[in-house]
């Protein structure tokens, strides 16, 4: 492990210099600053409490930090890295970028400031940049739920592109041409995995995509699923199927469904997308594209405090497949697809 002193004979400065640097002190060079940086995170340097080295690592946002619409992907996350850092003994901590970090701030003092030696990442495509800037410091890191072309970047992810098109074809197969997609409205690769795969569907089948029947709600949240549904089916072409790519959005829109008292899947077969268990406290049970948020936790997790306790910086770069569930929510279509009026009855 590196100290203080190692890397201010590495570098050519006084510890007074290193320690200024590392603190994100004014009246350091900034090119001086950038190699004390640099190396302090080749050498494997981390804060320390006392004489103790610090044995934390960071959930960091960011963006926003989480929020309940983002539905059972962060507790399921959560629970997953918690085991994984069990393995080393080591603790979590939330972290926020865009709250807590000083302008002009590297990312590497910013995280030896909160007293982190390694970092997981959550993030969406307005973030890109953080998380490739973050790994081009060398600061230990990892992303979950997002893959990048930049070799740097060390993440796990799942790939639902094949299991999303096997889900439309389900529905394709059982007679379905009218089928709706209602998506998060915040892009990241899981969401474009699931556009595509729905898209790919009816491309490899035949049918002409209508841009009508694509829905975007914000968050992904049970109100967003409630008025998706409201929508489709007061077109005046309504679908007789739907593919929610969110858990919380699918159960709002099952939830929707029997206020306006139309029948799954009688009248409307419904396909949604689940981090956890959520499909099988929905009745019916949905039919659902599953990943394992968990399980992307954990390993996540496991690899960085394997990392940090070794010191083998071993590149991890892992797409991990997802699995298509047929359950209860998904039917023929029927003869005349339900339509609903605005007041919420059915017209004639």
């Not at 900034?30 to 960071?58: D, H, M, Q, W």
């Not at 994984?84 to 590497?108: C, N, P």
């Not at 740097?152 to 592109?161: G, L, P, T």
């Not at 339900?338 to 007041?343: A, G, M, N, T």
Request: proline share 5%; aromatic share 6%.
């Amino acid at each position: 492990m590196s100290s203080v002193r190692h890397i201010a004979k590495k570098v050519g400065v006084s510890v007074a210099t290193v320690s200024r640097a590392l603190n994100n002190e004014v009246g350091v060079d900034p090119a001086t600053r950038e190699r004390i940086l640099s190396v302090a995170n080749k050498s494997g340097y981390s804060p320390s409490v006392g004489k103790r080295i610090t044995t934390v690592v960071g959930l960091v946002y960011p963006g926003e930090p989480v929020r309940p619409d983002y539905g059972s992907f962060e507790s399921a996350l959560l629970n997953g890295i918690l085991r994984g850092v069990a393995e080393q003994r080591f603790d979590v901590k939330l972290i926020s970028i865009q709250r807590d970090k000083i302008a002009g701030e590297a990312y590497t003092q910013f995280f030896m400031r909160k007293g982190v030696r390694g970092v997981i990442l959550r993030t969406v495509d307005a973030q890109r940049r953080t998380v490739i800037d973050v790994a081009s410091e060398g600061f230990p890191s990892i992303v979950v739920a997002d893959r990048f072309d930049e070799p740097q970047v060390n993440f796990i992810a799942c790939d639902s592109r094949d299991d999303s098109r096997r889900a439309v074809e389900h529905l394709i197969h059982l007679g379905h041409r009218r089928i709706a997609l209602v998506i998060h409205n915040v892009s990241d690769t899981d969401h474009r995995d699931r556009r595509d795969g729905y898209a790919e569907a009816h491309r490899e089948h035949g049918i002409e995509v209508d841009p009508s029947l694509a829905v975007e709600v914000h968050g992904g949240s049970m109100d967003g699923g409630s008025a998706a549904v409201t929508r489709l089916l007061t077109m005046p072409n309504p679908p007789t199927a739907v593919f929610f790519t969110n858990p919380l959005a699918t159960v709002g829109g099952l939830r929707r469904c029997h206020e306006l008292g139309v029948s799954v899947p009688g009248e409307l077969s419904i396909v949604g997308f689940d981090d956890s268990d959520t499909r099988q406290h929905t009745w019916p049970v949905y039919a659902s594209v599953c990943q394992d948020a968990s399980m992307l936790g954990y390993e996540a997790s496991l690899w960085l405090t394997r990392s940090l306790a070794s010191g083998d910086r071993t590149p991890m770069r892992l797409v991990r497949p997802t699995f298509l569930e047929i359950n209860k929510s998904t039917a023929r279509p029927p003869n005349v697809a339900v339509r609903i009026l605005p007041d919420g009855s059915r017209a004639s």
